[in-house]
Each structure stands twice: as structure tokens, then as C-alpha cells.
């Protein structure tokens, strides 16, 4: 079924038009200043690292050294997911084997408490199932994406608008964090099926990436095409978002990045400090994450926005 389509790209069309959006739902915060990252930490071999404690981490925002005062490493925290899958042209050939992964994938990562939804995207936004944890309606949702390449058209609604042709990558992905994931609380991410060329959204790449960071996603990407596929936009979109972007050439990719995204998502650190920087002024504020041991790195979004009034 629709994403309310009309409704959306409604929202979306306003943005464009430089009105203002009604206010998303609240999310579950403990304090309106404290700021949660998830880190996947490796080591030199890219190997993950697990069994670190809270003294092992050291955070900055701004370059100003901050107190952490949260910390977990448990695996089984809850997941929101959101799995979208690109039904344009381009991936006509690809289509079969990502649901089959795509499939695969949710069937071993979720567990208990775990809620996952699916989306398709090419001239429109499609929500084919709602946050379930039944395998069985997820299945079947990814079994109905098909390839859409028809022409444009008028949407009907109380505003007919003009339909635009093209694939709606940065539309999906701003619907999907502002829409359905910026009420849902803890971790949360979207694994995007797509070769990240974009030719028909409402918003642009970065009103994508901000939705995604003003909601705390995280944003992986499998780049699905014969030519590679957008890597610039892809690798900005994960980079800003703490997630990774993985190059899938073949069925054998595939499954090979659906197995590391699973590994990476059971295997975070949740990471909790209240910002030193008590302004409530909407900006965008730089985090960093070091290990003391410097043969490990950190992966996880490069920033925030803070709260306003």
C-alpha cells in the first residue's frame, strides 16, 4: 500500500516551496540534552572489536572533550529497521536476488523485541508492510516489490499535483526517518537496496541526510548497479549517518553485506553524554569518537542537531 502518498508528497512538495512542516512526533529522550551514539568499533584487520568498556571511549563535540554518562555494550538492545528497496529500471535485473537476501537478512537479525518495515521506491514512495515483527508479512511484502518504470501522471488528491518521472531515492529516505522512524525510540536503521542515482525527489541529498541525523537512523547503503553506481552520494549519505556503504557486484556481495550488517548491528556500543553546550539553538554540532587504544577506530554519525526552543 501507499506510504499516503498524497499526503507525503504533499509534505515533500511544501518543503520544496520553503513552507513549513507540521512537527514530528516527540521522540523517548531521558533529558532533552543528552545525545545517544551507536559505535561499531574495528580493529586494523576491519575485524570487529567487542568487549570494550566505557573507559576505552572518549568523546568530543566541537573539538570539547565530553562526559559520558551512558554506556552499554549488550547486543540484544532492541532494533527498528527499515529495509527499502529501489523497484526502478536500473535494477530490473538485480530485483529477484535482493528480495531473496533481503529476506535472508531480516530472518537472521531480528530477534525478540525487533520491529522491521519494508519500503519500495521508483516515481513513488510505497510502505508494502508497517513496523511487524512477523516474518511472515515482511516476506511477503518483499515479494510484492516490482519494477515500476511507467510514465508520470497527475496524483489525485484535494491538490492534483504533477507526478514527476525519475527514481525517489532522497524522497524515500526523508520519508522513512521523518514519517515512520523519528517516533520510534532506541536503535534504529534503514538498509537501502539501490544504486543511489536520484532523478525525480521532492527534497535533496541533504535534506535526506538531515532527516536521517534529526532522528538518530543510521544508513547503510548496498550499492546495486553494473557501473558501481553513485558512490559520492552513497558514501556521504552513510559516512554523515554512521553507517557504511558496501559495492555489490553479485549475489555473492550481496549476502556478504547483509551478513556484515547483521554482525555490525549486534555488535554496537550505545554511547549516552549530556552536551557541555546548553544552547538550544538548532545547529549542527561535530562528534567525534576515539578509542585510547589507536590501532582501533570508531564508525558512527559525525554529528547532531541540537535542540531548539
Sequence with gaps: MRIRTILCYLCVASLAAGLAFATPPPQVRVQVNL?????????KNKSIVTGLKQDDFD????GQKQEISNFSAESDLPITLGVLLDTSGSETYMLSAEKD?????L???????DLAMVMSFDL?????ADFTDDHTRLNRAINSAEINTGGGGIVQGPIPQTRPLGTNFYDAVYLASREKLASEAGRKALV??????????????QDAIEAAQRTDTVVHILLIAADGGDQVVSRKL?????GRTFVVRNDKDLRGAFDQINIEL??????????????RDGRYRKVKVELKNKDYSALTRRGYYAPTE
Excluded: C
Design 101 to 105: 537476501a533481503a529476506s535472508h537478512f
Design 124 to 128: 513513488d514512495v510505497n510502505l508494502l
Design 192 to 205: 537501502i537496496l539501490t544504486d543511489a542515482e536520484d532523478n525525480g525527489s521532492k527534497v535533496n541529498l
Design 238 to 242: 552513510t559516512d554523515d549517518t554512521g
Design 107 to 113: 530472518q537472521r537479525v531480528m530477534v525478540k523485541g
Design 59 to 62: 568523546v568530543y563535540e566541537d
Design 35 to 43: 545525545v545517544n551514539l551507536f559505535v561499531t568499533v574495528r580493529d
Design 266 to 279: 549486534r555488535s554496537q556500543y550505545t554511547i549516552g553524554y549530556s552536551s557541555t553546550n546548553k544552547k
